[in-house]
């Protein structure tokens, strides 16, 4: 079986010869892979993220009216009773979006 495996590809696993490519044999590479990435720690580096973003619960500064926004917008977000009477909830920088209002809650 080592004798059908040659150096290490770009992605650290080793290169098979297309002659053992039959389901016996796929068995057994599938066995070995699964051992070279428990032995090496490879799964640590496939571990998911948690999500930074988050809902924010905000107090309109004119009529008092309370709505949930997103921590990271894209457009202005004005006050869904007033509307565009007043200056927007929150502006988008790029990034995290700049809050006008009370925050009254950040929600996960």
């Known amino acids: 079986m080592i004798k059908s495996f ?4 770009y992605y650290g696993f080793y290169k098979v010869k297309k002659s ?3 389901a016996s ?3 057994i590479i599938i066995a ?3 051992r070279y990435i428990k ?3 490879l799964l640590k580096f496939m571990k998911t993220r948690e999500p930074v973003s988050k809902f924010i619960k905000v107090r309109c500064s004119k009529c008092k009216n309370e709505q949930i926004i997103f921590g990271k917008i894209s457009t202005a977000v004005e006050c869904l ?3 565009k009477t007043g200056k927007p909830l929150a502006d988008p920088t790029g990034g995290k979006s700049r809050i006008r209002a009370r925050i009254l809650e950040i929600l996960e």
């Open 20 to 22: 053992i490519a039959n």
């Open 32 to 34: 070995y892979l699964e």
């Open 39 to 41: 032995e090496h720690n």
């Open 81 to 83: 009773i007033c509307g």
């Open 25 to 27: 044999h796929l068995k």
């Open 6 to 9: 040659r150096k290490l590809n």
